[in-house]
């Protein structure tokens, strides 16, 4: 009896050791990432595993190659050719799969728009590089930097359409219709009423676009002529040559671009979303 | 009525305008490059790169056989089935680590409070879009003989020589479970969190015990999650190109390096475009298997 009596409620969600998985589990995610960014600014210049004391001597090493700031410029312009590109063109997709209605063929443009998802890298990359090589062979087009861009465009138009289109399906057509019931024209109603609603979803479907341009290696390494070097690709021919404190300074860049993307996009649409 | 028909066919017309420009960049530049490598399959290799025009199924063949140099006879040879079997061996042990690691994470961060869920989400998320390539690089670090763990272990006095993980299959599935984990969590935590544990405090009324709670109640509402989740690490893991490029040092191939091989160094354009038609064969028999399984989720995946 006395032991039914002492009985706490239970929290009925506990399951034992949860929550030390979970918490081991964002150790590891993050643990490599930690170590690289603090590696780079150790000052012993071997890269052992003893940590000697702090500098900003790799940073300074890194900001005084030239080559990295070529990199880092071309990733930058085919990022933002590709996001542009892709945004415009996901922002149109997503209004035409969204409002108003349903049409004959819509589901298979939906699968066609977010096939780039389902095909692993690897074969996008191949399937690139023999594409733009026949084109070249046979018909004499050459892309140049446009290759890249191209090629950057086609998977960076499911990753903007998603939240945009998510954004569109939640908004509801009631606004629209009330701008239309005032007399708006259709393209004061989309000036107007429908893109501002629509922007954060267009920002988060931006973002992503970028990031996923910015970081790709895979299919740049394949699609990429001589001088079209982006930073990975830049990283990676430094690190076949060999690991230094100065290529942890570069990845530790890189990596703050993407946090910074990532976590900027999050709270817009976090804050949008507690707004409606 | 006419007006209103009108109106629809103009509505119509207008939505389809809209779409056809992405389906269109998509279908000229990633459906058709994997046609043309599909074609590629079926020809012959020229010397240089590239194909001869001429059919041939010899690029399937050697999947399975190699030719007898002096009298042509084909005999079976396992090298590449050996390949594709260790890939499949590889994606599926990091995809059962991840599942055990990730599902209790998913279900952890779906039962904190409303507030905090958030940030745990943030928090699986900016990995998830870190570089992936300086995320296998950050490991290569870390593993190496005189990296931060080894020479941890060796100061705790655990190890006396370095443990040789890096270029080991260990490193490779290690990689692919770290570079794929947050795929299995968030699909497996967005199905947790829609749930309404009502069901839970239920089982408990009805003197169940904690794991069989978990077995009869939270497993079920948790399936679509984990197969999304399962399918979302598989399908990287086993078409992987990158982490076993950097993490297995050249020794140990996956199906992705072969391919990449083929072009690159080997030269065997067809064969490398056969490598490719049969992993993506596999991987869209997966994906249809888990339409099949559960439509609703597919759909936003």
């Known amino acids: 009896m006395a032991d039914l009596a002492q009985r706490k409620p239970i929290d009925v969600r506990r399951q034992a050791g949860f929550g030390t998985i979970a918490i081991a589990c964002v150790a590891v995610l993050y643990l490599p990432i930690v170590v690289i960014i603090l590696y780079s600014f150790n000052s012993a210049s071997s890269l052992g595993a003893n940590f000697k004391g702090l500098t900003l001597e790799w940073y300074r090493l890194v900001f005084a190659d030239a080559a990295f700031f070529e990199a880092t410029w071309m990733s930058l312009v085919i990022a933002t050719?590709?996001?542009?590109?892709?945004?415009?063109?996901?922002?149109?997709?997503?209004l035409g799969t969204t409002r108003k209605r349903e049409w004959t063929g819509q589901r298979a443009a939906f699968i066609m728009i977010n096939s780039p998802l389902m095909v692993p890298e690897i074969i996008t990359a191949i399937s690139l590089l023999v594409f733009f090589s026949s084109l070249s062979t046979y018909t004499g087009i050459e892309f140049g930097i446009g290759k890249l861009i191209l090629s950057h465009t086609v998977f960076c138009i499911p990753f903007a359409y998603l939240p945009i289109r998510a954004r569109l399906e939640g908004m509801g057509l009631d606004l629209e219709q009330a701008a239309a019931d005032l007399y708006a024209r259709p393209r004061d109603t989309f000036r107007y009423v429908t893109l501002p609603l629509l922007a954060p979803g267009i920002g988060s479907g931006a973002a992503l676009a970028f990031i996923v341009s910015f970081d790709d290696f895979t299919i740049s390494q394949f699609v990429a002529g001589p001088g079209e070097t982006t930073l990975p690709l830049y990283i990676w021919s430094r690190i076949r040559r060999t690991l230094t404190p100065e290529l942890n300074a570069m990845c530790t860049l890189i990596l703050l671009v993407s946090i910074a993307l990532i976590v900027v996009g999050f709270v817009i649409a976090n804050r949008r979303k507690s707004e409606k | 009525m006419a007006a209103h028909s009108d109106i629809v066919r103009q509505d119509l017309k207008t939505q389809r305008r809209l779409t056809l420009p992405s389906v269109a960049v998509i279908f000229l530049f990633g459906l058709v490059p994997l046609l043309i490598v599909m074609a590629y399959s079926f020809m012959k290799p020229a010397v240089y790169g590239g194909v001869e025009p001429e059919l041939s199924l010899e690029a399937y063949v050697s999947f399975?056989?190699?030719?007898?140099?002096f009298d042509d006879?084909?005999?079976f040879s396992a090298d590449y089935l050996l390949i594709f079997l260790r890939t499949a061996l590889f994606a599926m042990v990091a995809t059962l680590t991840c599942l055990l690691i990730g599902f209790p994470t998913a279900y952890y961060m779906a039962t904190r409070p409303e507030s905090q869920r958030n940030r745990w989400v943030l928090l699986i998320t900016i990995p998830f879009w870190s570089n992936l390539l300086v995320r296998t690089i950050a490991i290569l670090f870390?593993?190496?003989d005189d990296g931060p763990i080894n020479a941890g272990l060796m100061a705790l006095g655990i190890i006396d020589a370095p443990l040789p993980i890096l270029f080991s299959n260990?490193?490779?599935v290690a990689g692919l479970f770290y570079?794929?984990?947050p795929f299995m969590i968030l699909p497996i935590y967005s199905s947790i969190e829609r749930f309404d544990f009502q069901l839970v405090e239920a089982g408990y009324d009805l003197y169940a015990r904690r794991w069989q709670v978990l077995r009869h109640i939270i497993l079920p509402i948790a399936k679509p999650g984990i197969i999304t989740g399962s399918v979302l690490v598989f399908?990287?893991?086993?078409?992987?190109?990158?982490?076993p490029l950097i993490l297995g040092g050249g020794n140990h191939m996956m199906i992705g390096d072969l391919i990449a091989l083929q072009f690159r160094a080997a030269r065997n354009w067809p064969l490398g475009a056969a490598f490719s038609m049969i992993l993506m064969a596999f991987v869209l028999i997966l994906l249809i298997l888990q339409?099949?399984?559960n439509p609703r989720e597919a759909l936003h995946g």
């Open chain 2, 179 to 181: 570079s794929f984990l």
């Open chain 2, 64 to 69: 399975l056989f190699q030719r007898d140099l």
């Open chain 2, 142 to 144: 870390i593993i190496r």
């Open chain 1, 81 to 94: 050719c590709a996001t542009g590109i892709a945004t415009v063109l996901a922002t149109m997709a997503a």
């Open chain 2, 170 to 172: 260990t490193a490779i």
């Open chain 2, 291 to 293: 339409i099949r399984k």
């Open chain 2, 235 to 243: 399908i990287p893991a086993f078409g992987a190109y990158v982490t």
């Open chain 2, 73 to 75: 006879t084909l005999v």
